[in-house]
């Protein structure tokens, strides 16, 4: 399991690094400073928010966390599809993001589900 989840903090990571890449490519103009700003904030909080939830201090402190970086994301997802329907930036210059993003939205919402299922306590026959 640590595994698995070192793999996701270094995925989200690998993403906020991304998004730093397209806030510091938009342009210069009112609307690119606001959502540049918007963007840089949604697109590199789930990585720390992710990093929270692995030491939470309960089961419902893990769920809350995992809720809070699931927020994050999907903001960030409508920022890019923003950005790319403008269009802001060539689509080149977006690559394949919102798709990792979708990615990553999918992942935690399985995880919220595994999470948010029902303790099962260990019965004796």
Same mark, same amino acid.
């Given at each position: ?28 103009? +009112? @609307?690119?400073?606001?959502? @540049? ?29 995992? +809720?809070?970086?699931? +927020? ?42 595994? @999470?948010?299922?029902?303790?099962? +306590?260990?019965?004796?026959?």
């Amino acid at each position: 399991m640590d595994e698995r989840a070192n793999q996701l903090e270094d995925r989200l990571i690998d993403f906020a690094v991304r998004v730093i890449a397209v806030v510091e490519a938009l342009p210069e103009t +009112k @609307a690119g400073k606001h959502i @540049a700003s918007q963007l840089v904030r949604s697109g590199t909080s789930p990585a720390p928010n992710y990093g929270e939830a692995r030491a939470a201090e309960s089961r419902a402190d893990f769920i809350h966390k995992l +809720k809070v970086a699931l +927020k994050e994301l999907r903001e960030t997802l409508i920022w890019l599809k923003i950005i790319e329907r403008k269009p802001m930036l060539p689509a080149s210059r977006l690559g394949d993001i919102a798709k990792e993003c979708d990615e990553l939205i999918s992942i935690f919402v399985k995880s919220l589900k595994t @999470a948010s299922k029902p303790e099962i +306590k260990n019965q004796k026959s």
